[in-house]
């Protein structure tokens, strides 16, 4: 049997709300010609009270698929227990089988599939919730079993601190596992866990430039493979400077942009500028960087690595056990180094403690 799997398709993401809709329609028809049924792992809404207007489009959308469609509701949709989120509503209209908590059978030409789904709850609940959906349910043997979710899952993405592990899901008495959330498409466990990511660029990363799609899974070879989809592309790009001036950065972001727009007239184009600014500077000098152009993000990191070097001492001076006297003096000490030898720094820092008008009167007068 083959099964597509698609997920994160946020429909109404307000920043491309048009992509939302159109790659999510390019990614469910195409799959509905090329698959027995489709599972959605999670965020089909980008909100979980979308407007009446998006949840039109999205029946519109379901109603050109001719296969099933088994959705279990994601992060972005979660409401409380006892509210009818808009994935349950889309069920209420028969546009898709909703599952939270429970499984359905499916047969085909002799072939039976248990899918199980479970809707993303708080990530601290996620580990206990799974084990109190599964307690006392019948799995059958003679079919093979999937597993739905929308969860962080720890050790997949770096910084991020899911409560259920790859360990507990590798245990877990199912043949596939699909998880939604993870905005990357991924295979773990020797493909037993599948993250298909998601059909629509949101978080503007880097990782967000690969191919948008969804995965069609073969389950007599228990094999996968990644669909492109029709999309707009995502570009992201980084400049590095190095004592730089505001009129340097303009013209080379201006040179980028008009550069990548010429490679792409209608694609996302991203640029993060690093780096350092000439002494005396401030990334906040160089201010907002507009374009008419509304697919144009620009991300000013200048002066980051400097801000991190100031956090390492700040680090270092707590292992030195340095007091805050101790250790702003010492930063004073090496900002005026080789600049000012008529007085002592400590003096100076003394008058700066007593007030802005003392350190005035210092300066001006004879020791100086």
């Known amino acids: 049997m083959k099964i597509s799997i698609i997920s994160d398709m946020h429909l109404g993401y307000p920043r491309f709300e048009e992509d939302s809709f159109i790659q999510a329609e390019n990614a469910f028809l195409d799959a509905d010609s090329k698959s027995d049924l489709i599972i959605c792992a999670g965020d089909v809404f980008d909100t979980k009270i979308p407007k009446l207007e998006a949840i039109k489009r999205a029946a519109a959308i379901f109603r050109k698929v001719s296969k099933p469609i088994f959705v279990i509701h994601g992060n972005h949709e979660r409401r409380s227990s006892g509210m009818t989120n808009p994935v349950q509503l889309l069920s209420e209209m028969d546009s898709v089988r909703y599952l939270h908590a429970k499984g359905e059978e499916f047969v085909l030409d002799g072939e039976k599939l248990f899918i199980f789904g479970i809707g993303s709850v708080p990530e601290e609940l996620a580990s206990a919730a799974l084990s109190a959906a599964l307690k006392g349910k019948i799995i059958p043997q003679d079919a093979f079993k999937i597993l739905v979710l929308h ?13 259920i592990t790859l360990e507990e899901l590798d245990a877990s008495p199912f043949d596939l596992i699909v998880n939604g959330h993870i905005h990357e498409t ?13 059909t629509v660029v949101t978080q503007l990363k880097k990782e967000e430039t690969e191919p948008r799609g969804y995965i069609l899974y073969d389950t007599k070879t228990k094999s996968a493979d990644f669909v492109p989809i029709v999309h ?3 570009i992201f790009e980084e400049l590095e400077f190095k004592d730089a001036g505001i009129a340097d950065v303009n013209d080379a972001v201006g040179k980028k942009v008009a550069e990548l727009r010429a ?3 209608n694609a996302i184009i991203k640029i993060k500028i690093k780096g350092k600014l000439k002494e005396g500077m401030l990334a906040s000098d160089i201010g907002s960087i507009r374009f008419d152009d509304k697919l144009v993000f620009i991300d000013n990191s200048l002066g980051a690595v400097n801000m991190k070097e100031r956090i390492e001492k700040i680090k270092k001076s707590k292992d030195e056990r340095l007091s805050v006297r101790e250790f702003a003096l ?7 180094s080789g600049k000012i030898t008529l007085f002592k720094p400590s003096e100076l820092f003394d008058k700066l403690c007593e007030g802005v008008e003392e350190a005035e009167v210092f300066l001006k007068s004879g020791k100086n």
């Open 151 to 163: 969860q962080t899952v720890a050790g997949i993405v770096p910084g991020e601190h899911g409560h």
């Open 330 to 336: 010492k930063e004073l000490e090496a900002s005026v």
């Open 186 to 198: 991924k295979w773990e466990l020797n493909g037993k866990l599948i993250i298909p990511g998601s």
């Open 263 to 265: 490679k792409d007239p």
């Open 232 to 234: 707009r592309a995502f």
